[in-house]
């Protein structure tokens, strides 16, 4: 029987906490409906193309309670959910899990995009608390941006072909509604602003979903 190997990031964020890159409080192009979504940092994989290359550093960047993070998702009526990106997520999976937990409870929906692979997200060796967070997923997009395999496509939930979306909870079946190739720009209240959605040829400095002073 393989044992997981703590991964050092999980003794450097206090519990309860989640180390953020970003969150923004309405998307429309990153799942179904209107959601909050939030990037966390941290992720080893260093994909050529990674649309989100500031998200690599497993370094403390924005700590923000799992509390602050549920009652900005609650405070928004218009919500019909949250969606975890990244960096990895299952890389800060046990204080997700959490979070998905209060917001199911609430009514709303959660979706992860991961790097891994859902067959690797179930096995032995997986990071610590995957299978907690996995089972509070309603949607999980899996495996990582491959740039050989990129979709160009405004049809497409997904970003290369490699990647799949996994249909946890069947309710939302119908809901795949979103489409990759679609950007939002998020300006606020201090004039900077927020780009998210995919921008491979639009922003080649990488300043996909963090603020851009
Ligand atoms: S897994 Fe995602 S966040 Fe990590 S390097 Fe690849 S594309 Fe970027």
Redesign the pocket.
Known sequence: MMNVVPHPYDTLIPPGYVNLMGLIKKSTVNGPGCRAVVWVQG?D???PG????A??PFEINQLVSIEEIVETVLSEPSHEGITFS???PFWQAPALAEVARRIKAAGLNVMS?T?FTLEALQRQDAPTGAADLLAQLDLLIDG??VQTQAIHDPTSPVSSRNQRVRVLNSALRDRITWASDQIEIHVLKDGSRIVTGYLGSLDPDGSWGRKIP
């Open positions: 992720c994989r260093a994909c990674c649309f989100n290359p998200s690599w990244g960096g990895e995009f790097g990582p941006y």
